[in-house]
């Protein structure tokens, strides 16, 4: 008995001793894909949202299949952005987001136009996407601060795009206050924000214009908060083109 | 001799005995023992209608279709109600869901299949009509089922026969890829018409309208084919795939022929079904709201067209459990997960309101106008309104249902001056304010010496949300005769009413109107025939009825049918295919209603404000079509993933 209580526990501490020697793993996608979405018109890189609203890179795998699954990765909001975790490949690139997309086809399904990159990725790119964005927001100024303690900001708005399809009314023109920079139509304080909607025209009357917009709710609490206007058009999925965040410290 | 008789009797045992091994297992259900009796029919059939995808009591967004915890009610995301546990806009949660929607919906599809490939080959045991009227049913549950996927999801895949997988073959060809929008809302059309001429008036089987009959398929036609003719003229997204299939979309030269589709399918109830007008009266207020009332609990009722029926204890829901006013609370300790908004309320007629359409709440001096009862606001309000929402004050289960925000014991003298600047999102100062925090309270003493709890015993209080948090509580659907002790989860039957002919001549009257305004003319007048509608279905809730037909807009037909079908699960999907939800919730915060007495005047007064927790509500337009569950395309990557997912 003793004995073949030897030779398990003998077996069993070979088998143990010699099963875990081969790690079947590969390693880990460490290959990088970086760049920006840039303006056209300005240079300057197209300003979006964080969480799934905003600016996405698409990625197409076409070394792996001809109708590959599209992976995303989501671009930062200053229109940046930066993926350290990806498999050396043949990859067609583009981005979504509130611009002119880079893939058209009309109304029969036909791609007018493609302006995608395609890259074979060996440890690191750097893309960067010529865009037409939808509006441009720029800061007239800086925020002030009223004797009521509400805060007052001016901006103006133009569109980025001559493209005849785009030339949409502007449905929403929105002043966002948030406690964080990452201020926009996902994250801001609805007490103080002032979001206001247009029909019609009217929004669209006010492109070129200095649009002046005051926080509502009455007097903004005493800690320093960010403002962001964005607007936009019923364009795509609807997202906002914005400026880039700005703070305002309380008097 | 004996040993050859051995080998002989061997030969002859081996031979013999085992000639029928191959015969079907006996402890497996057969075609034969399904297909040959209308027993076996009726089972397959009640499998069919249990997998049937209705929005009913057992569904919310959140947690999808036949499953027993409402949370998040569908009201809570539509701007109809607010619920403690719903804080904003939210798509259907697909990949959460209990009954996962698409492989349960193609599960569905293939019973309907299987049905419609076997049933033929056992016709001879039943009567011709039997086998149409059958068939007819399997292909109105597989039309049913396709409406279900499209509405969600646009084009998906066609399968109208059972595929078979033998081991160790290509999978390629179960791949099947996503058809056109369009193509897959011509497929709910033909089922339905196949439906339509197979079935008779009524069902032989079940008559009492929980199974099909030719008009319950044109009923749900017309629903369906509204709902294409909408998509076709308000959607904005359109995906592609390789091949140039419209996925997300459908040309808007298609809307005219959807919507007389839906005109004409709707005309064809005409005269079967009708309003239910039992204990109404012309003259009589409170006979019309106990009308509308009893349109729900009356089983005779010719109003309802298609039903979902519940037994305890087999199927059953919670509807009440969840949704009764706070003072009468069942035992399981759910109770007001449905406040109606302001917003919504504010739609009826019978009111007072301002010149843009809000609540009058206000006297001519700025002040709050006094009452000496909540319920004094809403004396002539719509018949319909009190029969949907329990207004503060109003009486239910024999109890008047006290909602009251908090006493006020600042001076009345001279009126008393809104609490908050107007449009003010901030809370309440509690100066001059008495209030509870739950519904354990301490009575306040009035100056006459009387003691009065500071909130209504239906809420509201500061810091539970189990009461009435924005002023009112749901009334439709609630059993008046279920005891207080029998108010539990899992334990309520009342019938769902899916299908019901005010939705009908609602369908009709917007195929009618999206006819005519984009310049169609019909054997009817399509304006004509949609201003009597919408006067009928107002004249039966007690409404004002509209005065002429040119003076219709749109937004009248819509509204119409957001206050007859609200809390029916029907407004969401309306928001959806008017593509209206993003606009209407855009960075939304609903309005509420909070009733205060006033210490001093004996009185009570209404505060008109944005909801206090300030939950904003803003739906993605990307939401109109849902994400395809990553599964799905996993198992099949020829499935074209919808835009922005």
């Known amino acids: ?251 | 001799m004996k040993k050859y008789n051995y080998i002989l009797l061997t030969l002859f045992v081996c031979l013999t005995a085992c000639r029928k091994l191959d015969i079907p297992p006996k402890n497996i259900i057969q075609d034969p023992d399904v297909f040959s009796t209308p027993a076996g029919i009726q089972a397959y059939m009640a499998r069919l209608y249990s997998e049937l995808p209705m929005e009913d009591f057992r569904y919310s967004p959140q947690r999808g279709l036949n499953f027993f915890w409402i949370i998040s009610p569908t009201p809570a995301t539509t701007g109809e109600a607010l619920s403690r546990d719903q804080t904003g806009s939210m798509q259907e949660n697909l990949g959460g869901w209990n009954n996962d929607l698409w492989s349960g919906s193609y599960t569905t599809i293939r019973d309907c299949d299987y049905f419609i490939q076997t049933l033929p080959a056992y016709a001879s045991n039943f009567s011709t009509a039997q086998v149409n009227a059958w068939l007819g049913e399997a292909y109105f549950v597989r039309g049913m089922t396709y409406f279900a996927l499209v509405k969600r999801i646009g084009g998906v895949p066609i399968v109208n026969k059972t595929l078979n997988y033998t081991v160790g073959t290509s999978t390629d060809e179960l791949k099947i890829p996503r058809s056109s929008e369009q193509a897959v809302w011509d497929q709910v059309a033909s089922d339905f018409d196949f439906a339509i001429a197979n079935l008779p008036a009524a069902n032989t089987d079940q008559a009492d309208g929980s199974r099909a009959n030719k008009y319950v398929a044109a009923a749900f036609e017309s629903r369906a084919m509204l709902y294409a003719g909408t998509i076709a003229k308000y959607n904005t997204t359109t995906l592609f795939d390789g091949q140039k299939n419209q996925l997300c979309g459908i040309p808007a030269s298609a809307a005219n022929g959807y919507f007389l589709k839906a005109y004409t399918a709707a005309k064809m109830l005409d005269g079967v079904y009708s309003l239910y007008l039992k204990s109404w009266s012309a003259t009589d207020k409170t006979a019309q709201y106990q009308n509308f009332v009893n349109l729900f609990s009356d089983a005779s009722s010719s109003e309802s067209i298609f039903v979902r029926e519940y037994q305890y204890p087999n199927s059953v829901h919670g509807y009440d459990a969840y949704n009764v006013p706070r003072q009468l609370i069942g035992p399981n300790g759910y109770s007001s997960e449905v406040n109606p908004t302001l917003d919504f309320v504010e739609m009826f007629d019978g009111i007072p309101k301002n010149s843009n359409g809000t609540i009058q709440n206000l006297d001519a001096s700025g002040h709050y106008a006094l009452f000496t009862n909540t319920m004094d606001l809403f004396a002539n309000a719509e018949p319909r309104l009190r029969a949907t929402v329990i207004l503060p004050g109003d009486a239910f289960k024999g109890e008047n249902i006290e909602i009251r925000r908090g006493i006020y014991t600042g001076p009345s003298a001279g009126g008393i001056s809104p609490l908050l600047p107007a449009g003010s999102r901030s809370q309440y100062p509690l100066t001059n304010l008495v209030v509870s925090a739950t519904s354990t309270q301490t009575a306040y003493t009035l100056p006459g010496g009387t003691l009065m709890n500071p909130a209504g015993l239906s809420g509201i209080f500061t810091g539970d949300q189990t009461c009435a948090i924005s002023g009112f509580s749901v009334r439709k659907w609630l059993n008046p005769n279920l005891a207080t002790s029998q108010v539990l989860e899992n334990n309520e039957t009342q019938t769902w009413i899916e299908m019901r002919y005010a939705e009908v001549l609602l369908n009709r009257a917007e195929a009618a109107f999206e006819l005519n305004s984009a310049g169609q003319s019909g054997a009817t007048n399509y304006t004509q025939d949609a201003f009597t509608i919408i006067n009928e279905i107002r004249s039966r809730a007690g409404a004002t009825l509209l005065t002429s037909a040119g003076a219709m807009t749109i937004d009248t037909v819509r509204i119409e049918r957001r206050k007859e079908l609200a809390f029916e699960n029907k407004t969401y999907w309306d928001l959806k295919r008017w593509r209206t939800f993003s606009k209407e919730q855009n960075g939304t915060i609903y309005r509420i209603l909070m009733p205060f007495y006033s210490a001093q005047a004996g009185k009570y007064f209404f505060d008109a404000r944005t909801d206090e927790r300030n939950d904003v509500y803003t739906y993605d337009p990307r939401w109109y079509y849902e994400q395809i569950p990553q599964g799905a395309i996993s198992k099949s990557p020829n499935l074209v993933q919808n835009p922005g997912y």
């Open chain 1, 1 to 251: 008995m003793k004995k073949l209580f030897y030779y398990t526990a003998f077996c069993l501490a070979v088998i143990a001793g010699n099963s875990c020697s081969k790690i079947d793993n590969y390693p880990a996608p460490s290959d990088t894909i970086n760049g920006s979405t840039i303006d056209e018109g300005t240079g300057a890189t197209v300003q979006t949202e964080i969480g799934g609203g905003g600016t996405r890179v698409k990625l197409l795998e076409t070394s792996y299949s001809a109708n590959p699954t599209p992976e995303y990765f989501q671009s930062m909001q200053d229109g940046t952005f930066n993926d350290d975790k990806i498999f050396a490949a043949t990859y067609k690139v583009s981005v979504e987001g509130p611009f002119v997309p880079l893939v058209t086809t009309d109304n029969t399904g036909t791609v007018t136009a493609d302006s995608s990159q395609t890259i074979k990725l060996t440890s690191k790119a750097t893309l960067n996407f010529k865009v037409q964005p939808f509006l441009r927001v720029e800061w007239v100024g800086k925020p002030v601060f009223n004797a009521d303690s509400t805060v007052t900001v001016q901006v103006k708005i133009t569109r980025g795009t001559s493209n005849p399809n785009y030339q949409l009314d502007i449905t929403d023109i929105n002043l966002y206050v948030s406690n964080t920079q990452y201020d926009g139509n996902n994250n801001y304080d609805p007490r103080y924000s002032k979001l206001v909607s247009y029909s019609g025209s009217t929004g669209t009357a006010l492109l070129g214009q200095t649009i002046t917009i005051t926080t509502m709710g009455g007097a903004m609490p005493a800690q320093d908060v960010y403002f962001r206007v964005g607007a936009r058009i019923n364009a795509g999925l609807d997202e906002y083109n914005y400026n880039a965040p700005m703070s305002a410290k309380y008097p």
